[in-house]
């Protein structure tokens, strides 16, 4: 406990250093960052705005005005920009979770293999050989 | 005393109720996965199991980060899949899973 609070600490006094949560930085796992209680807390609203996209009326709703349906969930600017750009590595180190991140992509036909493809730097198509090549 | 016929396991990721839905079964990406439904089908018409019990993965749809369980037993007479988020058609009333009214 006495080590991970020292790590995040000089990870986050660190300006070279992009802290995402505890003992993790970007560099890390490249294009994943675990889950862990730091990120949940800091992802709270953005999740919690795409838990709401599991109702179609709500993702309606988001694509009428995409600004009032972020800010009736109090997303941060890093979220909010991150959800304009439909960047998924940003939406990741904002604190996204990626099940409901899921729901998020959903709207605009994307599935996991689009954010798995995203994640690696991929097209999906090379993203689905890979898969495939693994599985051989 | 009960008795354990077998157990059966699949992935679950969104991606295949996504190929189902779009019927995408025989696709040459989809095909080798979906080649092993049907010998579990065969296997489970001619075992007949008198009970199966489903674990799966919530997804994100019954339980937010709020409210989450390890683990939660389903007590409703009937479930049926969801939308996930991405319009994933609802399965016909008769592929609804269906529990047995009494223990």
Avoid at chain 1, 69 to 82: H, I, P, S, V
Wanted: aromatic share 12%.
């Amino acid at each position: 406990m006495y080590h991970a609070s020292l790590a995040y600490t000089a990870a986050i006094s660190n300006p070279s250093v992009q802290a995402v949560g505890v003992n993790v930085t970007v560099d890390d796992i490249p294009g994943t960052y675990p889950f862990d209680g730091v990120l949940a807390q800091k992802g709270y609203a953005l999740n919690k705005m795409c838990y709401s996209f599991n109702d179609a009326a709500n993702r309606a709703e988001f694509l009428r005005d995409e600004d009032a349906y972020c800010a009736k969930f109090g997303l941060n600017a890093e979220q909010r920009e991150a959800i304009r750009n439909r960047d998924v590595l940003a939406l990741l180190a904002a604190g996204g979770n990626v099940y409901y991140l899921a729901k998020f992509t959903g709207i605009f036909k994307l599935g996991v293999q689009d954010i798995g493809a995203q994640q690696t730097g991929m097209s999906l198509d090379a993203f689905k050989a890979k898969l495939k090549a693994a599985a051989s | 005393m009960a008795k354990l016929v077998g157990g059966i396991c699949t992935s679950h990721i969104p991606a295949i109720g996504n190929a189902i839905a779009r019927g995408l079964e025989d696709d040459p990406y989809w095909q080798p996965f979906f080649a092993g439904y049907p010998p579990v089908r065969e296997w489970l018409e001619r075992v007949q199991p008198d009970v199966a019990v489903i674990v799966y993965n919530d997804h994100g749809l019954n339980f937010f980060l709020d409210n989450l369980p390890t683990f939660a037993i389903g007590a409703a007479p009937e479930y049926q899949n969801a939308d996930e988020g991405w319009g994933c058609p609802r399965s016909r009333p008769t592929r609804a899973i269906r529990r047995f009214p009494s223990t």
